[in-house]
């Protein structure tokens, strides 16, 4: 019982990690109708910027927050210059323009700060709690702190504020949005600077225990994409309890499911995946599609 | 103002076409006597790429169902020639029609479970496939050689052709890839291309008109699986050796780059997206070796800003002012399609990825 | 159609320069050397998921820098041409008939990649082009002479390493219950299976053993698993990303088994720094070459001249990174063939390779270079060395463990 227990712990503390980019994915998503298959090396990116600021000699924190708004200018800058022109193609012209954003960033970030692996510090305590026995880790703990609050930041400017509501809007239709007056041109821009800086949120809070290299968040990127895909792509909230439900299905089938051994474990998000858009093709908390006919 | 006019569909049509066709051919036959082997060898390898291309673009171009991970039933023909070859005595020519068949097969199981998903999430299901295949095939190293991959013999000329190695791999590929081509062409000029056309275009629409959604799209998977497998088997030959690494995510997307930049729903668009995705890694590379991937992924999305409809509309453009032909639009599939005929203001811009709202 | 045609006739219009590259010299038997050159050809990935593995060219081809800068080899300047493949098999094998076809360089040096260098060695020995130093443990190298005798690897195979840590144990600890974590490649298994082989007949045991892809984001969830199989020994095949999760991991919980930790994962720069240098304290591992960080040979001659060089021809490298040594020193191994050829052909090189006894000023003592025609293994000893909280430090002496 007790290894149960631990498990699922540790489950949540794995999917912690998939839900923070998730929510990313999730906020440009609902912000542009896209999906950006260069989030994750946008946040690797960002956290270099981070990591360099700190080599440079700037206190963490100053240099967390000082990567954060850089982040933001810098979706904002991205949407402007290359994802603008091709606004209104055919979705898969701007998701190639999205791939080759993930094979520049990639390849740049190389050429800048080098391929080697190196540590990143800590914003959060490095402890672990002895709770009846179950190991918590104080880091895991602020993570998820963190998360729900800023989930709970975006339920508010989804549902509650005017910018949110364009936001809504301008994903939804851009052509109507324009003629009830919504500048859809700077929504979208706020729209990816906000992904970039949940996306540089994300990077900051797990390098430190995936230790920082270009392709760090490659991995990460997967599974992120099925916890969005579980919790609904348009919910925070989804992402992150679809994060944990993948982080904990990944562990217990990991030590219950002997045939899945540990280098299969792609298959668990892959297999829920299918299941989930089978079932409910909106997630687990998402608003369903609606096509117009 | 064009040189030429021409009446869609009348002789001297035909005639052009009909000679435009055989300088291609000519052209394609001396290649390999032309060059060098290294460049023959970068020929072939576009060739085979444009086969996998082109089946991609029938499923993602005509019928709208997008795919990440075309690389998974790459690897399954490839993976089901070498094993044939290294297990069984089977002469190679028939390990194309195996890895066909057993793609084709492998396309129509994804492709049922596939008609009930569109645009994201189809793409993350088969995002999920691509990544899981080198996995996969460490995993069943007994039948796969896992890590240590699976070296074949590679076919060599027949002495009597008096061919070099090199140049007799590259007809092979000829050999092979222009009959696809002409099958797939063939195939989107008659009903076929035209009922996957209003499929990817307005599902709701080609269903009242009486086309059989689920059939078509299930076989359109099947179709690009099976190219998909015959550009593996292809592979095998040109380079004698298989292994996980082979087949990473890189390859699917390189296969739906090629997609795009050749031209969406094009069928001359696989060749040039093929050419690209051959030779722009090398060039970049040795622009500055450190920056290749930067350059690499700037030129990839500078193309979506210059060619919008890939490389095939821009060459439709400028040929347009050397040709022009005056005509109906029966028969024809581009996007010219949607101009001439009902310009419907529901029309979504572009269906790839099908109508996700809410 | 007609338009795919009028575009393709430009493209076939440029006649291809397929007579140009390194050759030059009138008459000479063999392409890629001169009097006055000699160009060397290899592949490498300087981009995608093995990229960190780039740093080895930069180290290689500082020490080519060096050594040019001295008047060269035999009175020849190396050349080197590296080409990027991204790690990916079919693209290392174009890469490779670019070099040899187009670029016609003398020798193939250091190609990188176990896989890689599997899909090329067949068309390469059929060429007949020296296929030198691989980067790559892998044992296949030396196993295959007659097929493959073009081929020869370098560094101290991965069933070679196996067997050190297995004798470490058999001595130290030999009722260890082990638990092993590996990396799902040639690599990882090859150590692997080494381990398992040389443990057999002994109390040595293997516990439970998981494995991880380099596409998995970490090993948190393995090294959990190991944990809970109750060893006291714990052998950690990774590469240094992971390596470093592992010991973090490990650092966090309660388990404290004695770590031994492959060669590949031992870097002081990109593992033990990031992870903190106390929680790595008593990890065990083996070296072949002097770890150009370590304190102890601060005071080394060729490790001086190593660091000094790197700033020079090599600024943006970190010559910290153990990978820039390790390109450093075949490098240096490579200078040395050629020194022993003794003709300008691309067969009396391979005659120099076969025979080789030399010893290099940035390996460990008296661990040389030697290889014979039947023994295929230039490097076949290394030494046990743990972590004090601060540096490496060696332990007993070199152990030779053939592979065969």
Known sequence: MERFVQLVIDGIAIGSIYGALALALVLIFRSTGLVNFAQGEMAMFSTFIAWGLVEAGLPLGLALLSALALSFLGGMAIERVLIRPVEGEDPLTILIVTLGLFILINSGAGWIWGFENRGFPRALPDDSADIAGINVSYESLGIVAILLGVSGLLFLLFNRTKLGLAMRAAAANPASARLVGINVGRTLMIGWGLAALLGALAGVLVAPQLFLDVNFMGGVLVYSFAAATLGGFDSPKGAIIGGWIIGVAETLAGDYIGFIGSDLTILVPLAIIFSVLLVRPNGLFGSPEVVRA | MSLISVERDSPQHRRLKAAGLALLVVVAMIVPFFFGPFRVSQFTLALIYAVAVLGLNLLVGYSGQISLGHGAFFALGAYTCAILLDRTGVPYLLTIPAAALVCFVAGLALGLPALRLHGLYLALVTLAIAIATPVLIRRFDSLTGGSQGLAVEQPTAPGALGLADDQFIYFLALAVAAPMFWLAAGMVRRDVGRALIAIRDNETAAKTMGVNLAAFKTRAFGLSAAYAGVAGALFVFANGFVAPESFTLVVSFSFLAAVVVGGLATVAGALFGALFIVFVPVWSSDVNDALSGVIYGAALIACMYVFRSGIMGLLRTAFARVVEVKGSTTGRIDDEVDEVAVADADHPAGAGAGGVRS | ?404
């Open chain 3, 1 to 404: 159609m007609l338009i795919t045609l009028l575009a393709l006739v430009p493209a076939a219009c440029g006649r291809d320069d397929e007579g140009g590259g390194g050759g030059g010299g009138g008459g000479s038997a063999d392409p890629g050397i001169t009097d006055k050159k000699v160009t060397l050809g290899g592949s490498y990935p300087f981009s995608g998921p093995a990229s960190a593995y780039g740093t080895i060219a930069k180290g290689a081809e500082a020490y080519f820098d060096f050594i040019n800068a001295k008047g060269g080899v035999g009175g020849r300047t190396i050349e080197f041409k590296t080409i990027d493949d991204a790690y990916e098999p079919p693209r290392a094998l174009q890469n490779v008939k670019r070099l040899i076809q187009q670029d016609k360089v003398f020798a193939l040096f250091n190609t990188l990649g176990t896989p890689n260098n599997l899909a090329i060695w067949d068309y390469v020995n059929q060429q007949k082009v020296p296929h030198l130093f691989v980067a790559t443990g892998a044992s296949d190298w030396g196993a295959d002479i007659e097929k493959h005798p073009y081929t020869i690897g370098w560094q101290p195979n991965y069933v070679t390493e196996a067997k050190v840590y297995a004798e470490y144990l058999k001595k130290e600890k030999p009722n260890a219950k082990v638990a092993v974590l590996y990396q799902n490649d040639g690599f990882g298994k090859d150590l692997l299976g080494g381990f398992e082989e040389a443990i057999k007949g002994s109390s040595v045991k293997v516990a439970d053993k998981e494995s991880y892809n380099v596409t998995d984001p970490t090993v948190a969830a393995q090294v959990g698993r190991l944990e809970r199989s109750g060893a006291d020994t714990f052998l950690n095949i990774t590469t240094p990303k992971f390596s470093a999760q592992a010991i973090a991991t490990i650092a966090k919980s309660d388990w404290r088994p004695l770590h031994i930790l492959n060669n590949v994962g031992a870097s002081k720069t990109l593992v033990l720094t990031p992870v903190g240098l106390q929680n790595a304290k008593g990890i065990v591992s083996t070296g072949y070459f002097k770890d150009p960080e370590d304190a102890q040979w601060a005071d080394d001659a060729a490790v001086k001249e190593y660091h000094a060089s790197i700033k020079k021809y090599s600024p943006r490298t970190n010559s910290n990174d153990a990978f820039a040594m390790y390109g450093w020193t075949v490098a240096q191994t490579m200078a040395k063939a050629l020194e022993g050829m003794k003709e300008p052909t691309r067969e009396s090189l391979m005659e120099s390779v076969r025979n080789m006894d030399v010893e290099i000023g940035t390996m460990l003592p008296k661990n040389k270079i030697q290889t014979t025609a039947d023994d295929g293994y230039p490097i076949e000893a290394m030494q046990i060395m743990e972590f004090d909280g601060s540096n490496w430090k060696l332990q007993g002496n070199l152990i030779e463990a053939k592979a065969q």
